[in-house]
């Protein structure tokens, strides 16, 4: 929605009462729009012609009204009457000097100040997603266009300098060809034996840290496997160890049951019933 200020707009930039963004705002729109400085000027000197209008005293002759004697200016119908002609000759004062408009419309009578104000201008329709879509087409095409127009220079740039490498050190590469080419048998042959006893030396530390990896792997193999062993045998003899309890107390106990029923035997000559059966004895 655009900005188009009012006369209170005019009046508040005009004594000081407009502040912060909204003062901004007027002056933008002041810079902007010569008719508004020109409506500002003549706001500037209603202000100033009003300002040099001095307050005169003026001094009624007394009227008498009945016994009463009063002065002519403190009646209240001259109060009054005076009160409504200086502000019509007050509203039609600042009307001509800031153009007073007058409109009757349905019943109402309208005051106006200055130029007659328009109608806003209807907002311009936003962009339609098309046009939206076009706009961001353009500006990455333009991007597209500036990273290789950037690239191209940097390659050119990169070929340049490689080419002014090799011709700043193609005399140093020519004496290292030449001497790679003047070396003799001898030198490749040695040049060769020291590589192969180095492969032969790295080759051998490894297959001996590889064994001492095995021959640790076993030895701690070795180790927990005896644990193993020593644990089984443990378990196995606490095994054996719980089934001699048993048996030794099931043979107490057949020998306790023995010795009552021999016991009542020979004291009744007849066998109790609770022992005529002889319990098994269990070994596990």
Do not use: C
């Amino acid at each position: 929605m655009s900005y188009r200020p009012d006369e209170k707009d005019f009046m508040d930039y005009l004594y000081g009462e407009m502040e912060g963004q909204e003062k901004l705002r007027f002056e933008h729109y002041l810079q902007e729009h010569p008719e508004a400085q020109q409506q500002l000027r003549g706001f500037e000197q209603l202000q100033s012609m009003l300002g040099t209008v001095k307050d005169k005293e003026v001094i009624a002759p007394p009227l008498v009204i009945g016994d009463t004697q009063r002065p002519f200016w403190q009646t209240p119908y001259l109060r009054t009457l005076l009160a409504i002609a200086a502000s019509f000759t007050l509203i039609l004062l600042v009307g001509r000097l800031s153009g007073l408009q007058m409109r009757f419309s349905e019943g109402e009578l309208l005051l106006s100040f200055g130029t007659a104000r328009t109608k806003t201008e209807p907002a311009a329709p936003a962009l339609t997603p098309q046009q939206i879509q076009q706009m961001i087409d353009a500006s990455m095409s333009t991007n597209n266009d500036a990273l290789q127009a950037n690239w191209q220079q940097s390659q050119t740039a990169l070929d340049a300098s490689i080419r002014k490498n090799l011709v700043a050190n193609s005399d140093k590469i020519d004496v290292l060809v030449k001497q790679a080419a003047a070396a003799s048998q001898d030198q490749i042959s040695q040049y060769v034996a020291g590589i192969q006893t180095e492969n032969a030396k790295l080759v051998k530390d490894y297959f001996q840290l590889t064994a001492n990896d095995q021959k640790k792997y076993i030895e701690n193999l070795l180790v927990d496997f005896a644990k193993y062993l020593q644990q089984q045998r443990t378990d196995d003899l606490k095994i054996v160890q719980s089934r001699l309890n048993n048996i030794e107390q099931n043979n107490d106990q057949f020998k306790q049951e023995t010795e009552q029923i021999l016991s009542s035997i020979i004291t009744n000559g007849s066998v109790p019933n609770s022992a005529a059966t002889p319990k098994k004895v269990s070994m596990y």
